[in-house]
Each structure stands twice: as structure tokens, then as C-alpha cells.
């Protein structure tokens, strides 16, 4: 095993659209590096099919925006952080457009604005149809890449480097060395060491002058239905849990009422916006299963993936009926595609679904720009908890966190004093060495896929759609058996905080649905569940202090 060392201003984990939101923006004030498991196309951003939603349309405002997303939100909204996002959504969607990312438009040239569910107007602007993060990746990416000051490397981080009462720095686990686009003095380091020249696989130290920051995203992998590429499993979170940070409504696992039932890993995402189209969920018989609601097949998430797991329960096959939406192949070319490559013609029959989760409410709580309760660390998009989605995220919400969030970030960098940050590495600098050795070994590992895929089956049984005291308590059981076993593995330690918090929060709120507790409580309305991290020197640390709850 070899160890080299890269400095750099800052440091992202994480390479989707809040990471690449990002590296574009501090690269304005810094040096970066930006350190990514798969390609930018193979991020979960690059999968969305949804769009990304902003008051820009008539009629429409940032307030009508945010009491939408406050009520989807279903009493754990923080009105602050909801607030600061519907008012940077038209913002940050201009800069997207001036940096060339092609949103839908009609004959006319307006901006085509799309409805979905829980939304009051029409508001969510798509690039491709239903392509949009892979059309908003494909812009900024290359943009990202062409910076000379940043420097993409790819690989894993498997621990936070502290030093001085802050994160400094992280061990990166590099798999096929790195991809410069170009070095700066400050990264003199890695250009000696031949930064873009190793081909094996390695641990790195990179450290940061001024500020990690986790961009990492969710943890749908750890469910057996999952919408999320293969690696989505809450990494960065147990990076930050193993450092002491806390993680917040760790309960709150959204479930996409709407993937395609192949059996296939991730499953394929049939869009909310079919059925803003006019899209129908129906049972074999055709009979619709949301008559009943008043919001019918536009209800929030949470009640949809209820009733179509409640259909699925009892035996009854649940479908997604978009064969009366006209030019359905040329408004959504991905889910059109996709459904012929399982041998489904969408236009011509009903296509079987399935809840599978797709968006981790929960995650290290964070200010709206990124900071965490650790020093140095930040943490933005779906890998950090504000309170902006609350119990339930609004649909088309999620890109917009990630763009809004980054920003915040850079605003509130750009401000720090950074004679501190100078300090600390100055210190890093003179005393890292001698301890590398040492923390080689200690950091999160790889699990086999065999041992994933029995892990995934616990999850979805016992922490999935509907939950129950009896099921978590099971769950948590097995779950530190395989701690024992599997000291560092970050899968089971995020797996342990996700059934830690359903079992702690009794009541059903939102994406939590206890059935031993079917209803809210309105006395945990603004209560959160809060796991706190305890620091050791290795991640065996990422055992928490029993769930609590907090009153705001």
C-alpha cells in the first residue's frame, strides 16, 4: 500500500450535483478537490427524471412555494431553512440557464412548467423531458473538470481526518489515481507525487485548508427496492457519525410510489410528473386505488407509496396507467425508453409498480450553508438534514437543495476569516506524518455484495414503507451482531440510525409509518429525532447515544 498527500483549500466528497455545485462555486475563492466514487453520469443527480421546481411561473411566488413545501413537509419543516430555499429556487435555476443547461420550453419560447404532486401551481421546469439532471450534470460537470484549480480524484473516502479540534482533512481510498484538470501552487503536493499518474489502488491523505464538505448524498442501497445507483449507501453519513457530528430525522426514508416492478437493482423510476400528465394508478381490474383521496393520484409521496404497498400486501398488483397521455415518447423519452428495454410498451399497456426508496430525508444536521456541529466539517444536499423537507420531501425539491445549498455555502466562505484556517494547517502540517501509518487501517471498508444484499432484505422487511415496534427491535438486533462482525462497515452503522430513530419516534408523521402508532402525534409536531455521534480513534466509534428527541 502506498500513502501520498494532496492539499487543497477545500475538500468534497462527493460527486453529483451538490458536489459539482460546489467545486464550481469555491473555486471562485480556493483550490479544490473534489473526490468522487463513479463518473459525474453515473450519480444519482444524473438519474433524476424530475425536474427542479421554482416560483418562476405567473401567478406563482417563493411564499406559495414554501407553504407547499412546509405542508408536504408535515410538521417538521424548518420555516427558516424552507424559506431561505423557495427564495434562492429562481436564482439559482437562472444561473443554470445562463450556463447553458436547455430547460423545456413551448412553441412561444416560455419555459414549460409542469405540476406534480402537493404542488399548488405549476412549477417545475424539465430539461429532455424527463432527463433533467443528466442534461444539468452534462453542462456543469465539463465546467467543474475545465477549472484549473480543481482537481477530481476518484475514489472513497473511508474517514475524516481530525486534528486540532476540527476535520482537516479525509482518507481517500483511490481506485484509478486521479483526473487533474490542471494543478495550482496550492496543490504542489499532489503534482510532485504525480498527481493523474497512479493506476493502482491506494489510500491518500487529502487535507483542507479551510473546510470538508460532505455532498454525498442518500441511502437508498441499503433497502432492497431503491430507485439510487448501486453505492448510494450513506457513506458520508457515517463519516461524519464516526466524527462526532449528529444525524437528524434519520427515520424519515422516502418511498417513490412509482418504480417499475422488475425485479431489477436499482429499479427503474417512472416519474411523478406522468402522473401530473394524467397518469393513473389502478389495481388488475382498473379500478383507480386513490379515488378516495382528494388529491387523488397527485397526493404526497407518502400517502401514494402506502396505498400501492397496502395493494401489494393484499395481493393485488398495482399499475401505472400512462396510455392515454398523448406524445408520451416525446414528453418522456427516458421513462419510455426504459420501459421498451423491459419489454413494456407504456403507450399500449399498464406498467407495474412498486414503492422503492428514493430520498433520505434525514441526515447530519446542517445549516442551510452546510455547517455542521464539527468544526471544519460541512454538509450539503440529500447527505445533510436542515429541515427544509421536513417528514416528507416535496416533489422536485431535491436539485434545487443541492444548487441552493452550495451556494449558501460559497456565500458563507467566502466571508470566513481565513487566518484560522491557515493556522490549522500549518499545524496539520508539521504533525500529520507520523500518525498516517497508523490511521491507514481504521477506516470504513467495502462490504461484499452477498452480505449487501441479505442487509437490504432486513432493511426492507422490518425499516421499509410500514414499520413496526416488534420489526425494529428484531432489525436492531441483527444489526449489532453484524456490527461485531463488521466494525467498519458503513452500510450497518447508517442502517443501525435509520432503525435507531423509526423505533424512537411513536408516531406515524410523513415518510414514518409506525402501524403500532397509526397516527400523528401532535405533540412530537417540531420535535426531532437526534442521534449523536461519539468520536473515537477508529470508526468502532459509530455506535450512538441512545435516539432522543428534541424540542425546537
Partial sequence: MTMRRM?????????????????????????????????????NSAHAQGGIAAAVGDGDSPALHA????????????????????????????????????????????????????????????????????????????????????????GTATRLWLAAGRVQGAMVRTEDGLSAAGNSAGMADAARDGAGAAAVSETMLVTARRAVVIATGGAGQLFAC??????????????????GATLRNMEFVQFHPTALDAGDNPRFLLTEA????????????????????????????????????????EG????????????????????????????LDPARHPLPVTPAAHFLMGGITAAMDGRTDVPGLFAIGEAANTGCHGANRLASNSLLECLVMAYELYQSLRGDAIEAAGTASATRAGSVDAELDAELDTGFTTDPPAFLAELQQ???????????????????????????????????????????????????????????????????AGVDTVLAGRRTEDCRAAASVPAGVRKR
Avoid at 110 to 121: F, I, V
Fill in 316 to 343: 393485488r398488483p398495482v399499475y401505472l396507467d400512462c396510455r392515454h397521455i398523448p406524445d408520451l415518447a416525446e414528453r418522456f423519452p427516458t421513462v419510455y425508453a426504459g420501459c421498451l428495454a423491459h419489454g
Fill in 7 to 43: 492539499d487543497a483549500d477545500f475538500v468534497i466528497l462527493g460527486g453529483g450535483l451538490a458536489g459539482h455545485a460546489a467545486a464550481y462555486w469555491l473555486s471562485e475563492i480556493g483550490d479544490v478537490a473534489l473526490v468522487q466514487k463513479t463518473p459525474p453520469a453515473g450519480s
Fill in 67 to 154: 407553504a407547499d413545501t412546509i405542508a408536504a413537509g408535515d410538521g417538521l419543516c424548518r420555516a427558516e431553512a424552507v424559506e431561505r430555499l423557495t427564495a434562492r429556487a429562481p436564482e439559482v435555476v437562472r444561473w443554470l440557464m445562463e450556463l447553458g443547461v436547455p430547460f423545456d420550453r413551448d412553441a412561444a419560447g416560455r419555459l414549460r412548467l409542469g405540476l406534480e404532486g402537493a404542488h399548488s401551481r405549476p412549477r417545475i421546469l424539465h430539461a429532455g423531458g424527463d432527463a433533467t439532471g443528466r442534461h444539468v450534470m452534462a453542462v456543469l460537470a465539463p465546467i467543474v473538470a475545465a477549472r484549473a484549480n480543481v482537481v477530481c480524484v476518484k
Fill in 274 to 313: 406522468l402522473r401530473g400528465a394524467g397518469a393513473r394508478l389502478i389495481d388488475s381490474e382498473e379500478r383507480p386505488i386513490l379515488a378516495r383521496h382528494p388529491l387523488g393520484d397527485l397526493a404526497p409521496r407518502d400517502v401514494v407509496a402506502r396505498a400501492v404497498f397496502a395493494c401489494k400486501l
Fill in 226 to 243: 431503491t430507485t439510487n445507483p448501486q453505492g448510494a449507501l450513506g457513506e458520508g453519513l457515517a463519516l461524519a457519525f464516526a466524527a
Fill in 458 to 524: 432486513w432493511m426492507w422487511r422490518y425499516a421499509g414503507v410500514i414499520r413496526d415496534e416488534a420489526g425494529l427491535r428484531m432489525l436492531l438486533r441483527q444489526l449489532a451482531a453484524w456490527a461485531e462482525e463488521r466494525p467498519h462497515s458503513a452500510a450497518v452503522c447508517v442502517a443501525q440510525r435509520i432503525a435507531e430513530a423509526a423505533l424512537a419516534r411513536r408516531e406515524s408523521r410523513g415518510a414514518h409509518y409506525r402501524r403500532d402508532y397509526p397516527e400523528a402525534d401532535p405533540r412530537l
